[in-house]
């Protein structure tokens, strides 16, 4: 038995894996659990980030707007399962220079110490990492960008590692990047990013084609007593365009640049309707999980074609099980 280092969560929510399944990701019975419609202007939620929050969740969700526009709003749920989302974007306070909106995409939410960071995809002359920070939920102060655009999916560790606060990014283009591996940045201050080390790439060859075209890091890494989990999503390139999948890695727990392990076949991937067709099909794109240490349960939360929010449901043992069965050999 494999365990997670951490809190426990006795209202993490969860359905059990029906007998015979044979993936190690199950869904939640009742998805899509938001909607495109979750808020008034809203053309689709998605790739949105969960945190335990008081005596229930907080979170902060990527709503695009029907004008089309990409912006990040708060919200609450007393079982992290039915949300309510403020019908207003975040506003962050900071230095103006900074917080100036082109456009805001893909949170983010780790806690670190005594507070809530919030990364995310920022517009600033092109993607980059944007970074701010609350208690409450309620106010937000946004500090500078992590790195040079471009980049996209910057997911913070949630503790300081040897000294120094660790993220994980994935160096990007202006547009539908066709490229991109993950990388590991290293602060003393989460301002000033440095050390940077390379993680892990596509897959060239034959051997795990779905994580052919780019990766990108997914939820914050999972603690665990064999290393960091990272669940990160795969993309390939079809005929009929970009199909994102999710894998994971198991990251050396000191130097999490170093992959000790890292699944060959992917761990779930569009199957079911609300995955396939949306504004973009063949997407499910993790954002964000919870965790409880006392069961090992992971509750996974996703965007589904780039459309509607969805959960799923896994444990620490599924995964490393799963990808040790079948780990991948080209490094
Ligand atoms: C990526 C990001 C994600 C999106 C994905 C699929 O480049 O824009 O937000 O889910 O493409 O469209």
Not at 79 to 104: K, L
Not at 124 to 133: C, F, K, V
């Amino acid at each position: 038995m494999s365990k997670i280092i951490g809190k426990d969560l006795p209202n993490i929510p969860w359905q059990d894996k029906e007998a015979g399944y044979r993936m190690p990701i199950w869904r939640y019975k009742e998805n899509p659990i938001i909607g495109r419609d979750a808020i008034s202007r809203s053309n689709s939620v998605f790739n949105s980030a969960v945190v335990p929050f008081g005596d229930g969740f907080a979170g902060v969700f990527r709503c695009d707007s029907r004008s089309v526009s990409m912006d990040i709003f708060a919200g609450f749920s007393k079982d992290g399962i039915h949300w309510e989302i403020n019908d207003e974007p975040i506003s962050f306070e900071g230095d103006p220079e900074v917080t100036t909106r082109e456009y805001r995409y893909d949170p983010r939410v780790c806690f670190i110490e005594d507070r809530y960071y919030i990364t995310w995809c920022n517009g600033y002359h092109g993607p980059t990492i944007g970074i701010a920070y609350t208690f409450d939920f309620q106010k937000f102060y946004q500090i500078e960008n992590a790195f040079l655009p471009y980049n996209r999916n910057g997911v913070l560790f949630p503790r300081k590692i040897g000294g120094r606060y660790m993220m994980l990014s994935r160096p990007s283009d202006t547009g539908h990047t066709p490229f991109g591996d993950i990388f590991c940045s290293q602060s003393p201050d989460l301002e000033f990013w440095g050390h940077h080390r390379h993680v892990m790439s596509t897959v060239k060859g034959d051997e795990s084609a779905w994580q052919s075209t780019k990766i990108g890091p997914g939820p914050v890494p999972i603690e665990t007593d064999e290393g960091w989990l990272l669940i990160y999503h795969g993309v390939i390139t079809t005929c009929n365009g970009f199909v994102y999948r999710m894998g994971v890695a198991l990251l050396d727990i000191d130097e999490p640049w170093k992959v000790l392990c890292r699944s060959k076949d992917y761990v779930m991937a569009p199957y079911e309707y609300y995955e396939c067709v949306g504004d973009v099909p063949n997407v499910v794109f993790p954002c964000a999980t919870l965790t409880d240490a006392a069961t090992g349960r992971i509750t996974i939360y996703y965007g589904c074609a780039d459309t509607v929010t969805g959960m799923a449901f896994t444990t620490v043992d599924e995964l490393l099980k799963y990808m040790k069965e079948n780990p991948l050999t080209e490094q």
